[in-house]
C-alpha cells in the first residue's frame, strides 16, 4: 500500500490530533511527493462521489420521467384506487427459468417413474405460506386459489413455506415438444391444454386435504364443448395416458356488479356519437335512468310516425325505416331513425295514418309480448353492489342481459332476478322455454343464444370463502389494471395527431373493435409500457395474459398431470374396423382404419423424435409409436390428418410436416426452426379476447370541452330522440294531435 | 414541490428523490436543446450533467439559491450546450434573461467539475466490487460494519483493508489516465 494514502485518508476523515495536524499541513507544503498524493487522493475521491451522484441523478430523472408520463396521461389515479387491493398473489421464483426439467429423484407418487414431458418442460416454481390464502397465476393464464392450511404429509398438517410445481403444455407447440398425446385408454380426445403440479416441502411430497382443495381456473380455449378433467398417469414408453374424467364445476366467479355493462345494446354508442362522454358512469346512469317506460295499451312502432318531406313537400317514409319495420326489429328502427336525424332531413311527426297502412301491427291495440319494455328503474335496483355475490354480479350474468334487452321481454329478466338462488343453466333453460314459438327474428336469436348459453351448463356462485374471495379480488384487480393501461394507452397515443388520424380512421366504425387497435403496433408497445408500470406500482409481477371471459374451474384435491378434454369419438383406434352411426342421418357404416407408415429422414442422428398424426380441424395429438425403424399408427376413415414430426439433438428443435396423409408409405425431412416458430401453431377455436375498446369511447378525446358543454345544453331536446333508441316500442308524450317538429 | 424543500432533500442525502422532483424542470431545457441542433438525447445528458454539479455544490456546502432552481439549472444547461456547440463550431441562438447566472461563474464549476469527471472515468475501470464500496463509503457514508454486512465481508477490518486497497487501485488509474492525457 501506497505509504501515503493511510495518513492522507486520516487527515481528509479529521481523526489526526490537532498537533498531527498541523504537521501534516507543514509537510503538505514542503513535500512536493506527498502534495502530488494528496491532491490525487481528493480527486479520486471527487471521481468517487460523482459516480455515486450520477447513479442516483440517473435513477431520479427516470422516475421522474416515468411519473410525468402518468401524471400527464391521468393513471396516477391507479395508485390510490388499488392501495386496498391486497390479494397475495406468489411469484415465479424464477422469472427466466432456467431451472432443470426434472429437480427430484421422486415424483408425486413417490416412483422414479418419470415421463418425456416431465423431462422435457421447465417447471415454474412458486413459494408459498400456508399460512395465507394465496392466489397463483401461471404463464399460460392459469389461476390457482389456494387457501390457507391446505397440505399435509405423512405426519399431518403441515405449516410455513410450501413450494409448488407448475408444468404446462397449452399450446400445440408446447404440446408436441413434450411428446405428449392425448389418448384416453385408446380413444382419441380434443384437448384444451394440459398442466403438472405438486407440492412439496423441503423436497418432501405433500398431499392436498381433501376437504380444502386448490380451486384452479383454466382458460377455456374450446367455448362451447364439454369439457373434462382427465388425470394423468405415466406409461411405460415415457407416455401419459389421460383416464378418470371428471366435469368442471362451471361456477360462475364473481366480480363487482358495478364493473359490468348494463346498458341496453347500442346505449353507449348512440349516446357517443351524439357527442356525450360515456367513461362518466354518473352521466351515462343519470341519462338511462331518466328514460322511463311507459305503460300503454298502444304499442304501435314508433316509426310508423316518422316521415320526412320529399322535394315536392310530400310526406315519404325512408326507405331504412321500411326495411327496419319488415324486419321488426326494434334496434334497426331506432338505429335508421337516428340516422335520418344526423342526415339532417326535415322531420315531421304526423298522425299515423290508420287508413294508409293495413299493417297488422299498427291497430292500435295491446301488443301483448312487448307490453311493457325493459324498464331502466329495475335495472337500476339490480344493478347495485347489494347483488354482489349473486348470479347477477358476473360476467355471465351481463352477457345474458344483453340478449334479454333484444327480446324487450322484462319477464326474463325477472326470471334471472328472481332465480338468484338456482343455478344459472336452470334459468338459462327456463328462458327457452320462456322464447320459444314466438315468431319475430329477434326472437328467434334470441332463443338460440339462450340455448347456447344452456349447453354452458353454468352454475352457481361458489361458497363465500375467504379464499373465494381472495380470488374474486384478483380477477378484478386484473381487469381494473387492464382497463386502466387500455385508457392510459389510448389517450397517449390520440395526444400525438399522427397516430391520432391512423387510429382514429380504425376506430370510427360505430362499433369500434378493439382487435383491430391491438393490431396496431404503436398500441401494442404503449400499452405493454403502462400496463408493466401499472403492476410495477402495485409491487407485483406483470401478467400478459389479459382477462379473459370463460374460464373452466374445477377443484384439485391431487397432484400429478392434468388435462382438458373432451371426447372425439366413442372409438378406440386399435380397432380394424368400426360400427358407426351418424348422428344427424341415422344412418349407419362401418369405418375402416388403415395403417400408415412415416419414414424419418436419418432419424438416427436426432436425440429424440416423436411424430405426430392431427386429425383435421380438432385440437388432437396423437403420438405414433415407433414400430421398428418406422413410425405406424392407424387413420380413421373419417379424418383427414396432416402430420408433424418433432426432433431434438443437443438444444436445436427440428420440425418437418406433411398436411394431407394418406394410407400407406410417407417420409418427410427435418429442417431446423427455432421455439418462437413452434409458438406459431395455435389452437383451432381459441377464445376471442375482450373488447374492452368498445367500452371506451374514443370520442372522449377528439371532444372538444365545448362540444360536450353544448350537447348537454341541448340535452332536452335529444331526450326525445334518445328514447326511441331505448325504447323502439315508445309512443312521445304529446296528444297525436299536435305535430312536433324536431330540432335537427 | 419548492426549491427550499429540495434543497433539504438534497442535504440529507436524498438525491434520487431530489433528481426525480427536479424532473420537472427539463421540459424547457430539452425544448431549448432540440431548437438549437440536439437530440433528445443531448438533453437528458445536459440536463443530468447539470444536476451532477447542482449536487455536487449542495454536497460541499458551496451552493447559494440566489433566483430559482430552475432558472440556475436552466443557466448551466444553456452554459453546457453552448460549450458543446462551440466544440462544433455551431452556435447557439436564444434569448438573453437578466436573471441568469453570468457564465463565468458556472465556466468555474465547470472546470472544477471537469477534473471530476476525469476522475470519475478512471475510477469505472476499477472492479464492480471494488466500485461498490467505495461508493458506499464516499458517496452513501455507510460506515464499515454496514459496508461489511451489505458486501459480505467478513468482519470491519477486512472491509477497511479492502477500501484501502480499492482506493489504491483507484489513484493508481487516475494517475495513470492523467499522464496519458497529458
Given at each position: 500500500m501506497n505509504k501515503y494514502t493511510e495518513i492522507i485518508t486520516k487527515y481528509i476523515t479529521g481523526q489526526l490530533s490537532v498537533t498531527e495536524k498541523a504537521d501534516f499541513e507543514k509537510q503538505l507544503a514542503s513535500n512536493p511527493e506527498l502534495k502530488a498524493e494528496y491532491e490525487l487522493q481528493l480527486q479520486t475521491i471527487k471521481g468517487i462521489q460523482r459516480a455515486g451522484i450520477k447513479k442516483d441523478v440517473q435513477k431520479g430523472f427516470k422516475q421522474g420521467s416515468i411519473k410525468s408520463k402518468l401524471i400527464k396521461f391521468g393513471t396516477i389515479v391507479l395508485i390510490g384506487a388499488l392501495a386496498t387491493t391486497v390479494v397475495l398473489v406468489a411469484k415465479n421464483k424464477f422469472s427466466n427459468s432456467e431451472e432443470e426439467p426434472i429437480r427430484y429423484e421422486l415424483n408425486e407418487e413417490n416412483t422414479k417413474q418419470w415421463s418425456d414431458a416431465d423431462k422435457a418442460i421447465r417447471p415454474q416454481i412458486f413459494e408459498i405460506n400456508t399460512s395465507s390464502d394465496t392466489v397463483i397465476e401461471t404463464r399460460e393464464g392459469i389461476v390457482f386459489s389456494i387457501p390457507a392450511n391446505a397440505f399435509k404429509n405423512k405426519s399431518g398438517d403441515v405449516n410455513g413455506t410450501v413450494e409448488l410445481e407448475v408444468k404446462e403444455a397449452m399450446n400445440p407447440g408446447d404440446i408436441m415438444q413434450a411428446g405428449l398425446s392425448t389418448m384416453s385408454d385408446g380413444k382419441l380426445l380434443e384437448t384444451g391444454g394440459m398442466f403438472y403440479l405438486n407440492a412439496r416441502q423441503d423436497g418432501e411430497n405433500l398431499s392436498i386435504k381433501p376437504d380444502k382443495g386448490i380451486y384452479t381456473s383454466i382458460p377455456d380455449k374450446n367455448p362451447g364443448k364439454e369439457m373434462m378433467l382427465f388425470e394423468g398417469k405415466r406409461t411405460d414408453n415415457g407416455q401419459i395416458n389421460w383416464m378418470n374424467p371428471k366435469p368442471f364445476e362451471n361456477n360462475l366467479i364473481p366480480v363487482d356488479i358495478l364493473s359490468l355493462n348494463f346498458y341496453p345494446p347500442h346505449f353507449l354508442d348512440t349516446l357517443r356519437s351524439m357527442?356525450?362522454?360515456?367513461?362518466n358512469k354518473k352521466l351515462t346512469d343519470s341519462i338511462y335512468y331518466s328514460l322511463t317506460c311507459h305503460h300503454h295499451g298502444e304499442s304501435e312502432f314508433a316509426s310508423e310516425n316518422w316521415i320526412s318531406k320529399d322535394s315536392a313537400g310530400e310526406p315519404v317514409i325512408g326507405s331504412a325505416i321500411l326495411e327496419a319495420q319488415a324486419k321488426r326489429q326494434a334496434d334497426s328502427i331506432a338505429e335508421a331513425i337516428v340516422k335520418l336525424i344526423k342526415s339532417g332531413k326535415d322531420f315531421t311527426y304526423a298522425e299515423p295514418d290508420s287508413a294508409k297502412s293495413n299493417d297488422t301491427l299498427n291497430d292500435g291495440g295491446h301488443y301483448e309480448h312487448y307490453?311493457?319494455?325493459?324498464?331502466p328503474s329495475k335495472i337500476h335496483t339490480i344493478w347495485d353492489q347489494k347483488f354482489n355475490n349473486t348470479i347477477l354480479a358476473t360476467k355471465e350474468f351481463e352477457e345474458r342481459l344483453q340478449v334479454i334487452f333484444t327480446t324487450c321481454n322484462p319477464k326474463l329478466l325477472d326470471l334471472y332476478v328472481e332465480g338468484l338462488s338456482r343455478k344459472m343453466y336452470q334459468m338459462d333453460s327456463m328462458a327457452v322455454t320462456m322464447l320459444s314459438g314466438r315468431e319475430t327474428d329477434a326472437i328467434h336469436k334470441a332463443s338460440h343464444a339462450f340455448e347456447k348459453f344452456y349447453a354452458q351448463r353454468k352454475g352457481g356462485v361458489p361458497i363465500n370463502s375467504s379464499h373465494m374471495q381472495k380470488l374474486k379480488q384478483y380477477f378484478e384487480e386484473k381487469q381494473k389494471l387492464y382497463k386502466d393501461a387500455t385508457l392510459a394507452t389510448l389517450k397517449k397515443l390520440y395526444a400525438d395527431e399522427n397516430k391520432k388520424k391512423r387510429l382514429g380512421a380504425i376506430a370510427?366504425?360505430?362499433?369500434?373493435?378493439s382487435e383491430s387497435l391491438r393490431h396496431d403496433k404503436a398500441y401494442q408497445e404503449e400499452f405493454s409500457i403502462n400496463l408493466k408500470e401499472a403492476y410495477r406500482q402495485l409491487g407485483k409481477e406483470v401478467s400478459l395474459n389479459p382477462p379473459g371471459r370463460n374460464f373452466l374451474s374445477t377443484t384439485i384435491t391431487t397432484p400429478g398431470w392434468k388435462n382438458v378434454d373432451a371426447y372425439v369419438m366413442e372409438s378406440t383406434i386399435n380397432r380394424t374396423t368400426l360400427d358407426y352411426t351418424d348422428r344427424e342421418t341415422g344412418k349407419k357404416a362401418v369405418i375402416k382404419y388403415e395403417p400408415f407408415i412415416l419414414k424419418v429422414t436419418d432419424q438416427k442422428k436426432y436425440d429424440k423424435v416423436f411424430a405426430y398424426l392431427l386429425p383435421d380441424k380438432l385440437s388432437s395429438f396423437q403420438r405414433m409409436p415407433l414400430a421398428g425403424d418406422v413410425f405406424k399408427e392407424n387413420l380413421n376413415e373419417l379424418f383427414k390428418y396432416s402430420s408433424v414430426v418433432i426432433a431434438f439433438k443437443g438444444e436445436d428443435i427440428f420440425m418437418g410436416q406433411i398436411s394431407e396423409v394418406k394410407p400407406g408409405a410417407g417420409s418427410v425431412s427435418l429442417s431446423k426452426i427455432t421455439k418462437a416458430e413452434l409458438d406459431q401453431f395455435r389452437f383451432q377455436n381459441a377464445a376471442a379476447p375482450i373488447d374492452m375498446v368498445s367500452e371506451l369511447n374514443y370520442q372522449l378525446f377528439e371532444q372538444k370541452e365545448n362540444i360536450r358543454t353544448k350537447a348537454i345544453a341541448q340535452r332536452e331536446a335529444i331526450r326525445e330522440r334518445l328514447m326511441q333508441v331505448v325504447f323502439p316500442c315508445y309512443t312521445p308524450q304529446q296528444q297525436p294531435q299536435d305535430a312536433m317538429v324536431l330540432a335537427k | 414541490m419548492k426549491d427550499a424543500q429540495i434543497l433539504e432533500l438534497l442535504k440529507s442525502g436524498s438525491f434520487t428523490k431530489a433528481g426525480g422532483k427536479l424532473y420537472a424542470y427539463f421540459p424547457v431545457v430539452k425544448k431549448m436543446v432540440l431548437k438549437n441542433n440536439g437530440s433528445k438525447q443531448d438533453a437528458e445528458d445536459i440536463y443530468q450533467e447539470a444536476l451532477i454539479i447542482l449536487f455536487r455544490k449542495v454536497q460541499e456546502g458551496?451552493?447559494?439559491?440566489?433566483?430559482?432552481l430552475n432558472t440556475y439549472l436552466y443557466s448551466v444547461c444553456r452554459y453546457l450546450w453552448s460549450d458543446t456547440l462551440k466544440k462544433q463550431n455551431k452556435k447557439i441562438e436564444f434569448e438573453k434573461v437578466e436573471s441568469f447566472i453570468p457564465d463565468e461563474e458556472i465556466e468555474k464549476d465547470n472546470h472544477k467539475e471537469s477534473q471530476y469527471r476525469i476522475a470519475e472515468k478512471a475510477f469505472q475501470s476499477v472492479g464492480e466490487k471494488c466500485k461498490e464500496l467505495l461508493v458506499l463509503f464516499y458517496?452513501?457514508?455507510?460506515?464499515f460494519k454496514q459496508i461489511a454486512k451489505d458486501l459480505g465481508f467478513a468482519s470491519e477490518n477486512v472491509a477497511k483493508n479492502q477500501k484501502y486497497r480499492c482506493l489504491e487501485k483507484a489513484k493508481d488509474n487516475l494517475k495513470k489516465l492523467k499522464t496519458h492525457l497529458k
Open positions: 357527442g356525450y362522454d360515456i367513461t307490453s311493457c319494455e325493459i324498464d370510427k366504425t360505430e362499433h369500434a373493435n | 458551496n451552493f447559494v439559491l440566489s433566483s430559482s458517496h452513501k457514508n455507510q460506515g
